[in-house]
Structures are given as C-alpha cells and as structure tokens.
C-alpha cells in the first residue's frame, strides 16, 4: 500500500514525471521492505509552492504506509528521499520537507475494501 507524493516548484517541463515516479516507487517499496505492486507514486507540480517566504526551488514529499515505518527506518527514508529529490530535481536539501505517516488497516482501502 505505500503511497508517496513529491510536491515540487520546479518548472513541469524541467521534470519528467514518469521516470522520477518510478526511481521513487522502485526506492520507497524496497526502504519499506513492501512489494513494488501495492505502491502508488505521483508528482505535482505546483508553481506557487514556497518556503521560508521564497519561491526558490522547493518540495514536499509526503510518505504513507501500513506500517514498516518508525525508528530507525524514518531516518534512512528522509535522508534516501532527500537525496533522489536533490539529484534528479536539482532541489538543495535545504528546501525539501519530508513528511512520513503510519496508516492503520481499518483508514486505508484499496480496490473496493479496507486492508483490515
């Protein structure tokens, strides 16, 4: 079930989607130690993102799970993150917020039901 989003405002025509979707879902389901088929990955492009009060390059990537997060694997997935958003978004690691949630099986579905 993984789920990871990347928020970015870094130019839609400076970013191929696709190939950065699928680095992180390959990157994410192997940290998570979660099979490749259940994660689900996307990008956005949102020229209006800003931090600390600037428009400079920045992102967001939100990461959420049925468990196989908490110490010490959340460390490992924000400084794996970081780095992959740094490299194929040219983003300082300065200017990326990674956030990470734990979902339990009766909040998340998938194909018509709940995992519980």
Do not use: W
């Not at 970081?82 to 040219?90: H, K, Q, Y």
């Amino acid at each position: 079930m993984p789920t990871c989003e990347i928020l970015c405002n870094v130019l839609s025509a400076d970013v191929d989607t696709k190939a950065l979707s699928a680095k992180v879902s390959v990157m994410v389901a192997q940290l998570l130690s979660k099979p490749l088929g259940y994660m689900m990955t996307y990008v956005t492009v949102n020229p209006s993102l800003t931090l600390g009060g600037t428009d400079a390059p920045a992102a967001y990537v939100s990461i959420a799970s049925i468990g196989a997060v908490g110490e010490p694997t959340n460390g490992i997935i924000v400084a794996e993150t970081t780095a992959l958003v740094t490299r194929e978004l040219g983003i300082q690691p300065e200017r990326i917020f990674v956030g990470i949630r734990d979902m339990s099986v009766d909040s998340f579905g998938h194909n018509g039901q709940l995992f519980a």
